[in-house]
């Protein structure tokens, strides 16, 4: 992809003010976006709202101390108060042994690939609010549904460039579409709420806006009539549009740095059984169109496809250079953009293994149980694994929905709970996760 030349001009005198000021060595970065967003709550405008804003970063090191900072002036003025402030906070900053830029032979090499990030679509204020309106009214025509959250669409473009005082330089674009609606539903007094909510790369790509709202409508009423239900021990089902909180605690127990400090509950389970046989998690970062998707990662290094779970066996830890360092390995594409700190940990485009059985499937092979639709305030304990959450969804028994279910808690050990994880194979592929429904069997439910 080509640099705007305005962005490379900018990052390369922040550089060269920096190396002036004293600096060994340094990373800097632009980041731009625009955003506009039409919000509309039982058939009027709530509000329209249009963001522009461009900021440059800078990350400075002196032997082996550090320091970040941020500023929105890009003017020649404002890029050298930025690199002398930052330079200047790098000397009384404290050591830091495993800092520093990531090693050249670990850097992205060109030409960028493709990846489809960037539509040329740019939908007028007018559009989205049109998109809003038609997606609330959809999901307030279900019977049943007698109030609304809200419905919204929205449009983001941004734009992002990186460099690095040894010479790397790359750039990144990105759009974002997004279209939503939130309905109320009340029966008897009492009220229930759902949502449908997309996003999507590329305009086109997104569902129609009476789709969404239907579905959000027709999901908020189906959970009117929800009662509690005895405590006990069921097989468990959880939805594929949230069973991706399920497994979200094994990104931050497989960090590099996670694992460096001692506050993972994986932290002895590299190269062991971890899941199921069979489990797989897939990742890969050049999913055209994909919403995970990159060619370099924060520090500019190479990313590629790679299993962490494989055959249940976890594979890897997450890596970037600083947490690379301190466990004597070498890092692997995870490092996330720090932009005004140091880089974070994370992943791009993941995907879960689908089973053999749909959801019907699932609850006919389990017979009775608790199917999770909704989830709220979770509980986690990083060191021993132990993990509880609120849900609502649905008692099923002889295969088939009962009734609604809602104020009851499952909980048990990520360990046990991973370990009997099988996959449904309904896939959902909002996000950057493509993962089916899950089931766990003989799952603690609290109830009444």
Request: charged share 25%; with cysteine.
């Amino acid at each position: 992809m080509a640099f705007d030349a305005d962005s490379h001009a900018a990052l390369a005198a922040l550089i060269d003010y920096a190396r002036k000021a004293g600096a060994d060595a340094s990373e800097a970065s632009l980041a731009a976006r625009e955003a506009i967003s039409a919000e509309v709550r039982m058939g009027e405008l709530e509000g329209m709202e249009r963001e522009e804003g461009r900021s440059v970063a800078l990350r400075a090191f002196i032997g082996k101390r550090q320091a970040a900072a941020s500023s929105t002036d890009l003017s020649a003025k404002g890029l050298q108060s930025l690199a002398e402030r930052t330079v200047a906070m790098a000397k009384a900053a404290p050591e830091d042994k495993y800092c520093g830029l990531l090693e050249e032979h670990y850097l992205a090499r060109g030409p960028a690939p493709d990846l489809k990030q960037s539509d040329t679509a740019r939908p007028s204020p007018q559009h989205l609010l049109d998109l809003a309106m038609r997606c609330e009214a959809a999901s307030l025509a279900i019977p049943g549904i007698v109030n609304s959250g809200g419905g919204g669409a929205s449009s983001e473009v941004s734009t992002f460039t990186y460099a690095t005082s040894s010479g790397f330089e790359a750039s990144e674009s990105a759009t974002s579409y997004s279209l939503g609606a939130q309905p109320v539903a009340e029966k008897d007094g009492e009220m229930e709420r759902d949502y449908e909510w997309r996003t999507k790369r590329f305009f086109a790509d997104l569902p129609d806006a009476e789709l969404i709202g239907r579905i959000a409508g027709e999901r908020t009423a189906r959970r009117l009539g929800a009662r509690k239900v005895a405590s006990t021990k069921a097989p468990v089902i959880f939805e594929n549009r949230l069973a991706g909180r399920i497994i979200s605690p094994l990104f931050s127990a497989i960090s590099g740095s996670s694992v460096a400090r001692g506050v993972s509950f994986l932290k002895d389970k590299l190269g062991q059984r971890v899941f199921a046989e069979g489990f797989r998690i897939h990742e890969d970062p050049f999913v055209e169109r994909g919403m995970g998707s990159r060619w370099f990662d924060g520090e500019g290094g190479a990313v590629r496809p790679m299993a962490l779970i494989e055959d249940g066996v976890l594979t890897t830890w997450l890596l970037n250079s600083s947490a690379a360092r301190q466990l004597g390995l070498e890092p692997n594409g995870h490092a996330t953009t720090g932009h005004g700190g140091p880089p974070g940990i994370g992943t791009s485009n993941l995907f879960v293994q689908p089973g053999q059985h749909d959801l019907a499937g699932l609850m006919r092979e389990a017979g009775k149980g608790l199917f999770v639709t909704d989830m709220f305030s979770p509980s986690l304990n990083m060191n021993t694994g132990d993990w509880s959450v609120g849900v609502a969804g649905y008692w099923f028994e002889s295969g088939a929905v009962v009734h609604p279910v809602s104020e009851v808690t499952v909980a048990g050990n990520l360990h046990d709970i991973f370990a009997r994880l099988r996959c449904g194979s309904d896939l959902d592929n909002r996000g950057a996760l493509e993962i089916p429904s899950l089931i766990v069997d003989d799952l603690a439910i609290g109830g009444v």
